[in-house]
């Protein structure tokens, strides 16, 4: 702080460009990150960016039980909340440093 408790503007602009470039080198990673989901001991495998874009399904025919559809539903759904999390975490360690911790700050493109 300089004299009379103003902020340096000129340091608080280097910081938020800084902050700034942190956000999109983070942003980049994610995009080529590839984070798997499985469920039934691999019987379904989803696949995700690490910005949360799926990018492919895989169902093992063995998981295929035309008289238990439901089974099968629940081994997808139960890949994908896998693959969510594992994208979620790996977003946070990415982008939790970019941005200094600000938590719930909303930021522009998010």
Same mark, same amino acid.
């Given at each position: #702080?300089?004299?009379?408790?103003? @902020?340096? #503007?000129? +340091?608080? #602009?280097? +910081?938020? /460009?800084?902050?700034? /470039? !942190?956000? *999109? !080198?983070? +942003?980049?990673?994610?995009? %080529? *990150? %590839?984070?798997?989901?499985?469920?039934?001991?691999?019987?379904?495998? &989803?696949?995700?960016?690490?910005?949360? $874009?799926?990018?492919?399904?895989?169902?093992? @025919?063995?998981?295929?039980?035309?008289?238990? &559809? $439901?089974?099968?539903?629940?081994?997808? =759904?139960?890949?994908?909340?896998?693959?969510? $999390?594992?994208?979620? %975490?790996?977003?946070? !360690?990415?982008?939790? @440093?970019?941005?200094?911790? =600000?938590?719930? =700050?909303? =930021? @522009?493109?998010?």
């Amino acid at each position: #702080m300089r004299p009379g408790g103003q @902020p340096n #503007m000129q +340091q608080i #602009m280097k +910081q938020a /460009q800084k902050m700034q /470039q !942190q956000v *999109a !080198q983070a +942003q980049a990673e994610l995009a %080529e *990150a %590839e984070l798997t989901g499985t469920a039934g001991g691999g019987l379904v495998t &989803v696949v995700v960016t690490g910005l949360g $874009e799926y990018k492919s399904v895989k169902i093992d @025919p063995k998981a295929v039980d035309a008289d238990d &559809v $439901e089974t099968l539903e629940d081994l997808v =759904l139960a890949a994908i909340h896998n693959a969510a $999390e594992a994208q979620r %975490e790996l977003t946070e !360690q990415k982008m939790g @440093p970019a941005t200094g911790g =600000l938590g719930g =700050l909303s =930021l @522009p493109g998010f």
